[in-house]
């Protein structure tokens, strides 16, 4: 069965008749099917009980309803989703994501991701994703809570410990995750793991909010190291600035580098003295607390700020967009390299485009994909659930040396998968490891 590209096209072909205008899940499927089409080709048991097929297709879809009431007492109606993908290797694990931009096609696509990286982890978790399209943005806590207590209503049928374990994403930190619980308890009557991301007193995981930016860093260090090359003394650029981007500032200065940019949708700032630990604070109190913009940090320190803009123009070393998905164009990843960028390490989910990877690995960065760096958030809230389960804490240093082995692990397995002659292709060698578990478990489980 040679001629791959054929078969890539006829396996979207399908894909896309059966799931019109979810060009986000094309996307991911797509980038997906080119790593896995010859793999699956020296493997034909894989093809045989047509296992890439069943994978695109989810084991349910939840939709529904969620009024609410404004603090002007009018009624307003979001949609809530939670897609369930996959559940061969663990019940179904990922976030919420509240964003007025989320409809089907996103929640599919980061929910297939999810599976592939939630294997990746080592930890037996299945993959899922849900969220809603209200915006908590300038919304009061009361209303915030409101639209929680309204939307767990429903999805507390449909999960559980043992079945799925929603934590949050973008739009969903620990004040929605604590409100989210609060009403799933009340509902319930029980004290369970059902969510990860809890607070600290009532079952959550210290290094939880650390853990996607931390381990997107120390994604990156591994990738540096092969090369013999280490943070100290980098120029980093960083997008977004919320959970992934905070922390990715914080452990990248750790170790040495200087991060120069943080954004968020409105635009971003450039300070070319570095992002230290006094000015992240500034920031966390900014973007956590208050919830202002990050326009404010410019003012604060007098540093330049670019409305309506993305970092990628600011020259670097290594480049980590931890914002959001297409969130770095063909035009943008071609400037990076211009500028000297060697080593990009996505914190977000799929933040580059397809155009935007080509030319990372035409130019042989040291290029990872979303699904391999920034698995270290599902890991540690995996340990979260761990936990939960004996009943027992672990300390900051036993959570943060799990996670910091759970992504070299991570690392070697995309080594090992991905090497071609003198090049790692970690999109390759993720999307094969990820791939092989769940579908070993679901030829072993007959057809499920
Ligand atoms: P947050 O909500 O904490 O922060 C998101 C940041 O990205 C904010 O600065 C936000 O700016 C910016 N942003 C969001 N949407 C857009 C957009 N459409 N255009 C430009 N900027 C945008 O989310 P997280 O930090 O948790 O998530 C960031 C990324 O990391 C997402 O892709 C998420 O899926 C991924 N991720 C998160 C994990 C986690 O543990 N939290 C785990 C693995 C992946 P603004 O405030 O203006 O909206």
């Known amino acids: 069965m040679a001629n791959y590209e054929q078969q890539v096209n006829d396996f979207m072909a399908k894909v896309i008749a059966k799931n019109p205008g979810e060009l986000e899940f094309h996307q991911a499927v ?33 939709m529904f309803r969620v009024p609410w009431l404004d603090d002007k007492g009018d009624i307003q109606i979001n949609r809530g989703y939670r897609i369930e993908m996959n559940s061969a290797i663990g019940p179904y694990k990922g976030g919420l994501r509240f964003h007025p931009t989320v409809n089907l096609g996103i929640l599919k696509f980061l929910a297939f991701e999810q599976v592939l990286k939630n ?3 080592t930890l037996p978790m299945g993959g899922g994703k849900g969220g809603s399209d209200f915006d908590p943005k300038g919304k009061s806590d009361n209303e915030v809570m409101r639209f929680c207590q309204s939307f767990m209503t429903e999805l507390q049928r449909h999960i559980g410990p043992d079945t799925d374990v929603p934590a949050g994403d973008i739009g969903v930190g620990g004040r929605e995750i604590g409100f989210l619980y ?12 059902v969510l990860t991301g809890k607070g600290l007193e009532w079952g959550g995981s210290l290094i939880r909010p650390e853990a996607t930016g931390y381990g997107a860093t120390y994604f990156a260090k591994e990738m540096l190291a092969t090369r013999g090359e280490t943070f100290e003394g980098k120029t980093v650029v960083i997008s977004g600035s919320g959970n992934v981007a905070q922390y990715a500032c914080e452990k990248v200065t750790q170790l040495g580098g200087k991060v120069v940019t943080l954004s968020d949708s409105s635009g971003y700032i ?23 913009r990050i326009k404010e940090y ?5 540093v330049n700020y670019y409305p309506g803009e993305r970092p990628w123009g600011i020259k670097c070393d290594v480049a980590m967009p931890c914002a959001t998905q297409n969130e770095i164009s063909e035009e943008e990843a071609k400037v990076l390299v211009a500028n000297g960028c060697f080593c990009v390490s996505e914190g977000a989910n799929m933040p580059s485009t397809p155009e935007a990877v080509i030319v990372f690995e035409k130019n042989k960065l040291l290029f990872a994909p979303g699904k391999a760096s920034n698995a270290g958030g599902v890991a540690v809230s995996g340990l979260e659930m761990s936990q939960n ?14 996670l910091h082995q759970i992504m070299k692990d991570i690392h ?8 071609e002659g003198d090049y790692v292709n970690y999109v390759k060698g993720a999307n094969i490891g990820g791939f092989v578990k769940v579908a070993d478990a679901m030829l072993a489980q007959g057809l499920v």
């Open 30 to 62: 797509h980038e997906v099917v080119e790593s896995l089409v010859p793999f699956i080709d020296e493997n034909p048991q894989y093809r045989e009980a047509k296992i890439l097929d069943r994978m695109v297709e989810p084991e349910r879809v939840l």
């Open 119 to 121: 294997s990746l982890t």
């Open 182 to 193: 609060g009403q799933y308890k009340r509902l319930r009557n029980e004290f369970t793991g």
């Open 270 to 292: 450039y300070d070319p003295d570095g992002i230290d630990a006094d000015k992240l604070a500034y920031v966390m109190h900014l973007k956590n607390v208050k919830r202002g």
């Open 298 to 302: 410019a003012d604060k320190y007098g």
């Open 389 to 402: 389960s004996l009943r027992l804490s672990w300390t900051r240093e036993e959570v943060d040396n799990r």
């Open 412 to 419: 070697s397995t995309c080594v090992k998968y991905g090497t």
